[in-house]
């Protein structure tokens, strides 16, 4: 497995954060409006206006839902597109080095013009991140806007991912993670990011936030609520059934209340 | 042998020629966008991070721009139809031909009956100038979508307090510490509700959705409540309840701020029974603790009574908050009463209810801020109370909407969370009193304008739109008894009533952007069957359909005459503080749209269309003394016509020395300095009035400095709506003004002057083990409504809909992966595919609105997937209640605004043989595209 | 897997081919002249074909020749590099053969080696994938250098021997459908470890990324019926193995018996071919809840 750099300066990547995203699609659009018009071949559609419309795209979301007995179900949107794995696997198995991984950023890209559209490297890609556009045939994969993060011409506010600027919900990070200090890998640490699927091996540089722990509505009873005001107890963790509140008990306490303003 | 190889890559690639920045129309949210040019085309759309709505981010539908701006689908020329209505058969015509047929059209119906014409403008963006323009014409009939969309929850919201959700205030999203959100799938509000959830997150603030769906904002919320729709009105009283109960209520705020303290009328004899006491001054009344004197509510040092007994000559008097607590403190709302309905456990309701306590008054946030009140008390600080709220549709879109989203505001109030840091805050013009609307008008005079504007928000039954022979002035039947208060209008019934010729027949119906044959109506298939239907002597029923769209829709078909529209990135608009502006909570912002590019086919904005057609037709207000056309166009009109003297449509840059804001002579150069800026205007509000706006003497002067209100206009909230009382003492019998009888018991429950719930009609009328279960549509954040079906990339995303269903229907029926469904209502049937969900409450089943297609629509295949598995649930909804054997047919709408119920929905579900075909039912024979159909493939982007 | 013809063809007539090339190699049959030219002409119409085969796979056939650089990392490359090298060498060989009648062992030998290296590389394209844990077994490489061997065996007519290889073949292809349907499982290959919310509870996919298809499905995400795929097993190994080597053993030897079981055989071949890919499960498939364990 010669060609892949023994390490990057830089192990640039996302950190995607599932506690916050929504799943509106705007990063898989955005990551199709500035590729298509950028780096490599434009990202075609077939059957466009048709009855089978299949077009190719560098980002989805996937919606699944997790369900853990006695709890109620939750819904969970999954964007993915390519981690930038240390380990990849797509790089090694491409036969014409079309596929490499940059060894100052660990940036993973496809070199178009030497690409053949044999597949394999999407065949080896455990996250389905490489797609073959069927118009011009070779593979398009994230190029992690590696024509937008170094770019002159735009603003240097600018030089980040089309995906990252564009997610409403602030669920997309850029960073390096070479750098234990930077926002990626500080978010990552403090959020107990694990790499996305380890029995592939393929060492992912992006990281996934995990969703925070939902308040369980089982735990109810161990909450305090309200002391009625008419409570005589005084003791406000009644849990007391119907109450029997009434508008009598309101008027004294309204009277010592209004007299305390 | 190890070498690294790798290709030197151009990382600095050019991106575009040249930046126009201008405002996105892919939804109604209005996001400012960077539109990047290269030689001539549109390379690439990004969100303009100076904009106050989106800061830079962009959604799916915005990002997607490109497709539909190029999109197959777009009209190209005027058309007349050629074929029978309903086919598509057109024929292109030119604008002066277009604009020669129309005026024929409806000159004659000005001259004598200007109520023939019914214009009404859907998803508009500008109805200050539609509305301007209908009034100039002198037709009553007249009004957007917001009938059919939420009027429940702007009306609820400006009765209540001046304000509503959404346009006109928005959460305190950098100090809310608790947040609940209910019923909301993606809102007007797209990209900032995001952008705000994201900022309560990094803050930790909790969220809380309530929601029988568990997705979007639900799926991210720290708790999800999954209620039963259409019971969020007992839920919230029930949390209400437990909060008097235990004395967590804002006392100081309700003093101050609110109408709690005034005197209400208690005896039922009295003429003016529930109505308040007023001095001579028409001041209401509160009852001094010190003095035991009734004094005005305003009088500087008065320390009213919340609960007391009151007589004043002869009759008893209650405080508003003594009635409010009376009502609510009773078994009704106790949380084990109300859960069995709701979906929601008993402990639950209570722990929230204490959550909301221990948020608003233990985390209480001190700005050190001075202030001065409209009494002219000053104060230090500003007391925040961190507890936030936000709702939409899932609460309004019910027959019980109205005083589901009013509960919802009393909840904010008597937390005192409304105005003040951590809560909800209004958006310029914004905060304004109900009384500072106008009320409705619809006195049509032949050749004359109508006698003022359509729309407002009566104060009693003389503000209704019934003729002296007691029948409906409009022919929407808004402001009658029916639904006394239907702000809005009521788009939704125009077809309906237009075809039955009730309350009377109409020659023309005008109608822009809404497509009312296919998804925004109920009944769809009806609606169709209405807008074909032929009288015996073969005319039309409704005689003729003018009709603006800028792409092939299902209702282009329908029409008659077609006045084709650009697309957004085409044409001038402005987003006006005399409509719907764009402001935040901290500033006064409005923005434009200007053509980035220049369309390329024979099509014309819709409003200078509109402007020129007023010209035509010498429109008073469109055409000079000498009978020459005022304004060009839309852009000459946005500069130079004035509202009142220096007030115009836009607030930027006014005046000779361009320095004016809201106020100012018109600028000839102003939409240049917009464009210099972005596309957008924003005046910050100083410190001093950033809360407290409707008591805020700071506030309310800037307020008039800007041209937003003549004098200042402070005033209290109404946690009791008089006006609503009103109607009901009417149905008491008292007053002049009397409802039918068949409506008197309706009246009596619907305009309860305190919130209230009741069941949902549909569900109280039909058989509730026929149809045991509850049907709702989401919008999909990457969809708008039918629009989005044209776009390329979209369309990959949702081209089709499955019903989604809960779990437990789910096993009740044995559905498996793949299976179809017979879905019925006691409307109509249809036969959809089906999806397991479990986060989902137990007795729903929902599906995304409007993905569904008519064959032949929007420039798609006839076997497009949207028109093969896609569906509408419309079809099962009608926009009458079933019989009630009364020998009436009641609207399926709420009973105080007329809001459509589509919420309110009831089915029963059963398993379908898979289809062969795998086509949904029912399916609408093709229409004809006069745009011909998308090519194959494409690949944006290759010119670059 | 996808099914796709192409690369049914390939690997199936190419195995063919070099097999037959490694049994030619080692002077099996013992022929010469025109007799040596018909078989060496069947051994790179299938060798030659199939390669070609693959090139229908290919997005952009014409830079094709790039295909040969990444033979350090690449197996599919390798594929490239000793098919060619192997065609070439065993070329002189036969040239040598055919024309001059002139045999040269050690190239032969050389060829015939370099023969099988190229079915151990075709195997190891798909052998070396961990996302396709059926395949990623060590048995992979075995069962392909099988089936070439198998088929050289019954085209370069050695009976007993071709009998042998397909009871031996059937037990391999047997193993391999057992040991594969453990694979995926062992792999770890749940949607729960894909998405890593296993933690969170049983997970299933509420919605797909877009309604329609894409790529990675068209490719990756192919289904087979449980009951489909092992009636299609048990006709595989009856047209692969069990009906052939009846044929073989049972009939006397003559060359109609041999065509019908180098028919029935290759039928095998492409049925086994067929299911190798239909069967196979990728990861990447579990993001779309394809692949649940039954
Ligand atoms: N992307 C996108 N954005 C849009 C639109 C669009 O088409 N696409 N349309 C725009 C328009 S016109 C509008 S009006 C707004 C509407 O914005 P929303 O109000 O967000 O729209 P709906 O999709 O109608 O969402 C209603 C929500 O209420 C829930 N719901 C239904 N019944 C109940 C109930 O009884 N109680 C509770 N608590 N929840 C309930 C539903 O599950 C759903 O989540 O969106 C606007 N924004
Ligand atoms: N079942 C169900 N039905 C619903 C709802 C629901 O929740 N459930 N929601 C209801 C609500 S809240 C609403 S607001 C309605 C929305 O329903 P509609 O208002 O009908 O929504 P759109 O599909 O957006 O249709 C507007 C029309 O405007 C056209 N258009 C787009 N851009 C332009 C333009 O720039 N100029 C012109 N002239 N035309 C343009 C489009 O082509 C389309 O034909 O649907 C309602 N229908
Ligand atoms: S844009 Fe952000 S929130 Fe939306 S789907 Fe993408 S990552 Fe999730
Ligand atoms: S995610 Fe897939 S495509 Fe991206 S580097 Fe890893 S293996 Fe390669
Ligand atoms: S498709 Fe292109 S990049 Fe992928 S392995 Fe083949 S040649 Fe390499
Ligand atoms: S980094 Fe760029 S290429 Fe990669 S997903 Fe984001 S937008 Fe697409
Ligand atoms: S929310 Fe999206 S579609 Fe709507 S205006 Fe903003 S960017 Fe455009
Ligand atoms: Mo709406």
């Known amino acids: 497995m010669t060609t892949l750099p023994q390490s990057t300066h830089k192990k640039l990547g996302l950190a995607i954060d599932l506690d916050i995203c929504v799943g509106c699609h705007a990063c898989v659009i955005n990551c199709k409006e500035w590729n298509t018009s950028n780096y490599g071949a434009p990202l075609s559609d077939q059957d466009a206006y048709g009855a089978e419309p299949v077009g190719t795209f560098l980002n989805r979301i996937h919606t699944f839902e997790v369900k853990a007995a006695d709890k109620p179900a939750q819904t969970v949107h999954f964007p993915k597109s390519c981690l930038h794995c240390d380990d990849a696997p797509c790089v090694t198995v491409c036969p014409t080095g079309a596929s490499y991984k940059r060894a100052d950023d660990g940036i993973v890209l496809v070199n178009e013009s030497d690409c053949i559209g044999c597949g394999l490297c999407a065949w080896a890609c455990p996250y389905g991140a490489r797609e073959l556009d069927a118009a011009e045939g070779v593979m398009k994969k994230c190029t992690l806007c590696v024509d937008r993060i170094y770019n002159e011409n735009l603003p240097e506010i600018d030089r980040e991912p089309a995906c990252v600027r564009t997610c409403p919900a602030n669920a997309r990070h850029f960073g390096d993670y070479a750098d234990p200090d930077s926002n990626v890998s500080r978010m990552a640490a403090e959020r107990g990011a694990v790499p996305l699927f380890p029995e592939q091996g393929t060492s992912p540089v992006n990281r996934y936030l995990p969703p925070r722990p939902k308040a369980d509505i089982q735990t109810d009873g161990d909450i305090d609520i309200l002391a009625p005001f008419l409570d005589t107890s005084g003791n406000g963790n009644t849990a007391s059934g119907t109450s029997s509140t009434s508008a009598k008990g309101l008027l004294g306490w309204l009277d010592k209340a209004l007299e305390a303003i | ?944 | 897997m996808h099914p796709a013809p192409s690369v049914i063809v390939f690997t199936a007539l190419s195995g063919l081919g070099f097999g037959l090339l490694a049994f030619l190699g080692v002077n099996v049959p013992d022929v010469t002249g025109m007799t040596a030219f018909i078989f060496f002409f069947i051994a790179y119409a299938l060798a030659v074909g199939g390669l070609v085969a693959s090139t229908f796979h290919l997005g952009n056939p014409q830079r094709a020749l790039k295909a040969f650089t990444q033979w350090r990392s690449s197996w599919l490359s390798r594929e490239g590099v000793f098919a060619v090298l192997s065609l070439c060498v065993m070329g002189i060989y036969a040239a040598c053969l055919i024309f001059l009648d002139l045999r040269l062992p050690v190239v032969g030998i050389i060829g015939s080696i370099l023969s099988l290296i190229s079915v151990y590389c075709t195997s190891m394209i798909y052998g070396q994938l961990k996302t396709v844990p059926r395949w990623n077994q060590p048995l992979t490489p075995f069962l392909f250098l099988a089936y070439a061997q198998t088929g050289g065996a019954l085209l370069s007519g050695q009976v007993y021997l071709a009998a042998g290889l397909m009871v031996l073949l059937m037990i391999l292809q047997y193993a391999h459908w057992t040991i594969g349907d453990t694979r995926l499982a062992a792999a770890g290959g749940t949607i729960e470890a894909a998405t890593g919310l296993g933690h969170l509870g049983k997970v299933r996919l509420l919605e797909s990324p877009h309604s329609g298809t894409n790529y990675l499905l068209r490719e990756m995400a192919y289904e087979v019926g449980r009951k489909h795929a092992v009636k299609l097993r048990v006709i595989a190994l009856l047209l692969l193995g069990f009906l052939p080597c009846a044929l073989l053993v049972l009939t006397a030897p003559g060359h109609l018996s041999a065509l019908v079981a180098i028919v029935l055989h290759v039928a095998g071949v492409f049925a086994a071919r067929w299911l190798f890919f239909a069967e196979a499960e990728h990861v990447q498939a579990l993001y779309y809840d394809r692949h649940r364990a039954a």
Not at chain 2, 183 to 204: Q, T, Y
Not at chain 2, 429 to 447: F, I, L, Q, S, W
Not at chain 2, 538 to 563: H, Q, W
């Open chain 2, 1 to 944: 042998m190890n070498k690294h190889i790798q290709p030197d890559l151009d990382t600095s690639p050019k991106v575009s020629d040249e930046i126009r920045k201008t405002t996105c129309y892919m939804c109604a949210c209005r996001c400012g966008i960077n539109v990047h040019m290269q030689d001539g085309k549109v390379k690439y759309i990004e969100g303009n991070r100076d904009h106050p709505i989106n800061r830079g981010v962009l959604c799916a539908k915005g990002s997607a721009g490109i497709m539909q701006h190029y999109s197959p689908a777009r009209l190209k020329a005027p058309m007349k139809r050629v074929g029978p209505r309903g086919s598509g058969e057109f024929e292109e015509i030119s604008w002066d031909e277009a604009f020669q047929i129309a005026s024929d059209w409806m000159t004659p119906l000005r001259e004598k009956h200007p109520e023939k014409l019914a214009f009404f403008t859907g998803r508009d963006q500008s109805q200050s100038l539609t509305s301007y323009w209908a009034q100039q014409f002198g037709t009553p009939n007249y009004a957007a979508h917001g009938g059919f969309c939420s009027v429940n929850m702007a009306a609820a919201g400006i009765y209540t307090m001046g304000g509503a959700f959404w346009e006109f205030g928005q959460p305190d999203w950098e100090r809310a510490k608790m947040f609940m959100i209910f019923g909301v799938a993606e809102d007007h509000d797209s990209n900032p509700i995001k952008l705000g959830l994201s900022r309560l997150k990094e803050r930790g603030a909790k969220i809380v959705g309530v929601n029988p769906v568990r997705s979007g904002y639900n799926a991210i919320a720290d708790e999800w409540v999954g209620i039963t729709p259409g019971t969020d009105g007992l839920f919230i009283l029930s949390l209400i309840r437990e909060l008097l109960a235990a004395g967590k209520v804002d006392l100081e705020y309700l003093i101050r701020y609110t109408n709690a303290p005034y005197l209400v009328n208690c005896d039922p004899e009295s003429d003016d029974h529930g109505l308040f006491l007023y001095d001579n001054d028409g001041k209401p009344q509160v009852l001094d603790r010190a003095t035991g004197e009734p004094l005005p509510f305003d009088q500087q040092g008065v320390k009213p009574e919340l609960a007391t007994n009151y007589t004043h000559k002869g009759t008893l008097y209650r405080p508003a908050f003594q009635l409010m607590a009376e009502k609510y403190l009773v078994d009704d709302y106790a949380p084990e009463n109300v859960a069995e309905r709701t979906g929601v456990k008993p402990d639950t309701i209570r722990r929230l209810a204490a959550e909301l306590a221990r948020t608003a008054f233990e985390e209480e946030i001190v700005i050190n801020q001075p202030w001065t009140d409209f009494r002219g008390e000053k104060h230090d600080e500003m007391i925040g109370r961190p507890v936030a709220f936000h709702a939409m549709r899932g609460i309004s879109a019910h027959s019980n909407g109205f005083q589901t989203c009013r509960a919802l505001h009393l909840l904010q109030i008597l937390l005192g969370s409304v105005e003040v840091p951590g809560g909800f805050r209004f958006k310029p013009p914004y905060p304004k009193p109900v009384t500072g609307h106008p009320r409705p008008h619809a006195k049509p005079v032949a050749n004359s304008p109508l006698n003022g504007p359509h729309l407002g928000f009566p104060q009693g039954p003389e503000d209704l739109a019934i003729k002296a022979n007691g029948t409906p002035a409009r022919i929407d039947k808004a402001f009658t008894w029916e639904n006394p208060m239907s702000a809005h209008g009521m788009m939704h019934m125009v077809i309906s009533n237009a075809h039955a010729g009730d309350p009377y027949k109409i020659d023309t119906l005008f109608m822009y952007m809404a497509n009312m044959s296919w998804n925004s109506s109920m009944n769809s298939r009806g609606v169709m069957d209405m807008l074909t239907d032929k009288t015996e002597d073969g005319e039309y029923v409704i005689p003729r359909i003018i009709y603006s769209d800028s792409y092939s829709s299902e209702m282009v078909a329908f029409a008659d005459l077609i006045l084709p529209d650009t697309t957004y990135l085409e044409r001038h608009d402005c987003i006006s503080l005399l409509d719907r502006p764009i402001s935040e909570a901290e500033a006064m912002c409005d923005s434009i749209r200007w053509p980035v590019v220049e369309p390329d086919r024979d099509v014309r904005g819709f409003q200078s269309a509109l402007i020129q057609l007023g010209a035509k037709m010498k429109l008073p207000g469109f055409v000079n003394e000498d009978g020459a056309a005022k304004y060009q166009d839309y852009a000459d009109y946005i500069v130079n016509h004035e509202r009142r003297p220096g007030v115009g449509p836009l607030a930027g840059w006014r005046g000779e020395d361009e320095t004016g804001s809201g106020r100012g002579a018109p600028n000839p150069n102003q939409i240049d300095r917009y464009i210099e800026n972005g596309g957008f205007y924003m005046d910050h509000i100083p410190e001093e009035a950033l809360f407290y706006k409707p008591w805020n003497k700071a506030y309310q002067d800037w307020a008039v400095e800007r041209g937003i209100f003549d004098a200042p206009s402070p005033y209290t909230f109404n946690i009791y709506v008089e006006q609503m009382q009103k109607f009901r003492l009417a149905a008491e019998g008292k007053g002049e003004l009397q409802p039918p009888d068949h409506l008197r018991e309706q009246l009596k429950m619907a305009m309860d002057p305190l919130p209230t719930w009741w069941q949902p009609f549909e569900e109280a009328l039909v058989d509730g083990e026929e149809y045991p279960i509850h049907a709702l549509t989401q919008r999909p954040a990457a969809m708008y409504h039918s629009w989005g079906s044209q776009n390329a990339w979209l369309r990959q995303i949702h081209g089709h809909n499955p019903l989604y269903v809960s779990g437990e229907i789910w096993e009740q029926h044995g559905f498996e992966e793949g299976d179809w469904a017979y879905l019925k209502s006691h409307h109509g049937e249809i036969q959809v595919p089906v999806v397991r969900m479990d986060a989902l409450n137990p007795k729903t089943v929902w599906t995304w609105n409007a993905i569904g297609k008519r064959k032949g629509a929007w420039a798609l295949d006839q076997d497009a997937p949207e028109t093969k598995k896609g569906f509408l649930l419309n079809h099962l909804i009608h926009e009458l209640l079933p019989p009630k054997g009364d020998g009436l047919r009641w609207s399926n709408s709420d009973p105080v605004t007329g809001q459509a119920a589509w919420y309110d929905l009831r089915v029963n579900i059963r398993k379908a043989p898979t289809p062969d075909n795998l086509q949904s039912e029912p399916a609408i024979a093709p229409q004809k595209s006069p745009v011909g159909q998308g090519p194959k493939n494409i690949r944006y982007g290759e010119d670059f």
